[in-house]
């Protein structure tokens, strides 16, 4: 039985001996990144020093970029998700910006939560939609109360966005969009809604859908197959 020293208490001491003693463990099979690694990822853990101020924040832009074949049919498809915007009561949209970051009607959440500022004309990258998807919902049920809470939403898991940070490769980063994928469409699938879902339940998630998908395609391209 080993002794540490508290994290919380000493994080630097902590850290030194728990280095010392994963060096002298053998590697260890990881499924996941499918070669021998060490019991813990040393990274993730000084990313949890509570000494360390500064988080690492969500992404901008991916951690890899992937170019996908692009071919004719997917340069002629329109994107599943346009942004309507909102009637100003003259005939006319509200498309403005400024509005879009203070709306707290369901269309305004779902397109600050896709969409990068300040102008909210750019979609944010696939890996980062994955990642906040979860909060995302959560906070235009809880705080903009936009649409009705249900039972089911608590089923959509959040990524960690580290796991992401930390893919060595590109390959690896694609493996790890493709499984974050399989879950994200699996809850959002259709044919999973509750048969008591309102309209604007299903609406909701139907947007997101289509939002997933289009980053999906501009992503991995048009009809990949995995």
């Not at 019991?39 to 500064?54: A, I, Q, S, Y």
């Not at 832009?61 to 998700?81: D, G, H, I, W």
């Not at 004309?121 to 049920?141: A, C, D, Q, V, Y």
Request: hydrophobic share 30%.
């Amino acid at each position: 039985k080993v002794s540490l020293p508290h994290p919380e208490e000493n994080w630097d001491a902590f850290f030194y001996q728990l280095t010392v003693l994963l060096s002298e463990e053998k590697l260890q099979w990881n499924p996941v990144k499918k070669k021998m690694m060490p019991w813990l990822d040393l990274r993730k853990l000084e990313g949890m020093n509570p000494n360390n101020k500064t988080e690492r924040e969500l992404p901008s832009a991916p951690s890899y970029v992937l170019r996908p074949p692009v071919n004719e049919e997917q340069k002629k498809r329109e994107p599943r998700y346009t942004y309507k915007g909102l009637s100003d009561g003259r005939g006319g949209k509200r498309t403005n910006p400024a509005l879009i970051s203070v709306g707290r009607d369901l269309e305004s959440c779902v397109h600050r939560w896709s969409h990068a500022k300040p102008n909210y004309t750019t979609m944010h990258p696939l890996e980062r939609l994955l990642i906040t998807m979860s909060k995302g919902i959560s906070i235009t049920i809880y705080e903009y109360h936009a649409v009705e809470p249900h039972q089911y939403f608590g089923k959509c898991k959040a990524f960690d966005k580290i796991a992401f940070q930390d893919c060595e490769s590109d390959e690896e980063y694609r493996e790890l969009l493709i499984r974050a994928l399989k879950k994200s469409k699996s809850f959002l699938n259709p044919n999973r809604y509750p048969n008591d879902f309102t309209k604007n339940q299903t609406e909701f998630l139907k947007t997101i859908r289509d939002i997933i998908r289009d980053g999906e395609e501009a992503t991995l391209g048009y009809g990949a197959n995995y």
